[in-house]
């Protein structure tokens, strides 16, 4: 079975600042490895994903993602913050022969002005 | 296009009454799943459906829990004798396939159980 362990529950920021959301993760086959964004009262809706090749991944509204097989770990940033921003994320993993998605407790950012 | 779309977004029963959640996926998709999202569990798989194969139930907390999806296309999850712990968001995703394709989720359904 695979885990995944996100490092921060809140993470407060202001507006125009840098924000990065840590996420380990841990399982015995491949993976693939996603970040999701739920804004309030919303499904999820995907951020980025990593699946092969190039270990830093881009993905919508300014979001990047860099994996790191020998840490296992698959952090998120992005270099300035909007309002906007303010949201629910989730990194989430699948094993590459499975389907069922694997979340992790989540984070929630809190963008400030 | 459309994208997933579940029915009611919310409902309110009382303990011990059953219910019927629904979920259009996006037209084509042959694969649909059930999550649920809770405060104590986090976000939790609970059933999968790819095209004609038997579903995988191996998420589904007990019993009460049942899911079927009508010619390929849509579900319903039926909770029979809801309980307080019922109380969650129920999310639907659907993909074109499985694995390193992604899951497109709905807006959810949020039970509350009284």
């Known amino acids: 079975a695979q885990s995944v362990t996100q490092l921060d529950s809140q993470v407060p920021v202001f507006e125009e600042a840098p924000v990065e959301l840590r996420c380990n993760y841990s399982?015995?086959?491949?993976?693939?490895l996603f970040w999701y964004v739920q804004y309030p009262n919303q499904g999820l809706q995907l951020l980025l994903k990593y699946l092969s090749g190039s270990t830093l991944v881009k993905g919508i509204n300014g979001f990047e993602a860099e994996f790191n097989k020998s840490q296992t770990s698959f952090h998120l940033r992005k270099p300035s913050v909007h309002i906007s921003d303010t949201a629910e994320y989730f990194c989430a993993v699948v094993r590459s022969n499975d389907y069922k998605l694997s979340f992790g407790a989540g984070t929630t950012v809190t963008v400030r002005a | 296009g459309a994208g997933v779309s579940q029915s009611p977004s919310n409902k309110v029963t009382e303990k011990g009454k059953d219910v019927e959640l629904r979920c259009d996926p996006i037209?084509?998709?042959?694969?649909l799943y059930w999550y649920r999202q809770s405060l104590g569990q986090g976000l939790e798989f609970l059933i999968y459906?790819?095209?004609?194969?038997?579903?995988?139930k191996s998420g589904l907390p007990s019993d009460r829990f049942s899911a079927e999806r009508t010619g390929g296309s849509v579900s319903t999850l039926t909770i029979q004798r809801t309980q307080q712990e019922d109380s969650a968001v129920y999310l639907c995703?659907?993909?074109?396939?499985?694995?390193?394709?992604?899951?497109?989720f709905g807006p959810g359904t949020r039970l509350t159980v009284t």
């Open positions: 995703a659907s993909s074109t396939g499985t694995g390193l394709y992604e899951q497109y």
């Open positions: 399982s015995s086959v491949s993976v693939y």
């Open positions: 459906f790819q095209g004609n194969s038997a579903p995988d």
């Open positions: 037209s084509g998709h042959t694969a």
